[in-house]
T-cell receptor
Framework: EPEVTQTPSHQVTQMGQEVILRCVPISNHLYFYWYRQILGQKVEFLVSFYNNEISEKSEIFDDQFSVERPDGSNFTLKIRSTKLEDSAMYFC???????????????FGPGTRLLVL | DAKTTQPNSMESNEEEPVHLPCNHSTISGTDYIHWYRQLPSQGPEYVIHGLTSNVNNRMASLAIAEDRKSSTLILHRATLRDAAVYYCILRDLIQGAQKLVFGQGTRLTINP
């Protein structure tokens, strides 16, 4: 069964450093998402991406964050200057399209655990 | 997104049925009811969704009240692998692809 993959599984970085989290969505999917989950808290939406542009973003997704689909397979989340509070599990998700409820199912990757020291 | 209310936690025994309730009294006519679950140390996983009629798939059943103000996710024969946090989420799909808004969900514990 096709699945969303994410790399790395764990990342440790120093405050102020840039990090890039990588995701490979399911190949025929068109919509891409990033979510994050701070330890012990809810899963929070960050951004959605369609047709090479951001379709929606949350208040969390400030100027320090950016997303990119550099080629036909990868979808990346960049944090330019990490802060301690960026420590969280980051999940990538993808969905096929929005035509019907069934195709709107989002498939999540296993996550990248980011620790900012 | 319309709000849902779920119990913080539930406990059941292996091989017994589990009924996970969700209240959504402010649901609109175009809101679909989706359920996702998050196994320990994993990303969320789609379970089932429905609009008005009860739904069954290989993972679970979804029973929707006639007035749609509540629903119940039914795991017919729970296994240890079903221990997870279960999220009930309303999604207005008339508006197209949208973010999932997760609440705290119900943490389901399965006893051997």
């Amino acid at each position: 069964e096709p699945e969303v993959t994410q790399t790395p599984s764990h990342q440790v970085t120093q405050m102020g450093q840039e990090v890039i989290l990588r995701c490979v969505p399911i190949s025929n999917h068109l919509y891409f998402y990033w979510y994050r989950q701070i330890l012990g808290q809810k899963v929070e939406f960050l951004v959605s991406f369609y047709n090479n542009e951001i379709s929606e973003k949350s208040e969390i997704f400030d100027d320090q964050f950016s997303v990119e689909r550099p080629d036909g397979s990868n979808f990346t989340l960049k944090i330019r200057s990490t802060k301690l509070e960026d420590s969280a599990m980051y999940f990538c998700a993808s969905s096929l399209n929005r035509d019907t409820a069934s195709k709107e199912t989002q498939y999540f990757g296993p996550g990248t655990r980011l620790l900012v020291l | 997104d319309a709000k849902t209310t779920q119990p913080n936690s539930m406990e059941s025994n292996e091989e017994e049925p589990v009924h996970l309730p969700c209240n959504h009294s402010t649901i609109s006519g175009t809101d679909y009811i989706h359920w996702y679950r998050q196994l320990p140390s994993q990303g969320p996983e789609y379970v089932i969704h429905g609009l008005t009629s009860n739904v069954n798939n290989r993972m679970a059943s979804l029973a929707i009240a006639e007035d749609r103000k509540s629903s119940t996710l039914i795991l017919h024969r729970a296994t240890l692998r079903d221990a997870a946090v279960y999220y009930c989420i309303l999604r207005d799909l008339i508006q197209g692809a949208q973010k999932l808004v997760f609440g705290q969900g119900t943490r389901l514990t399965i006893n051997p």
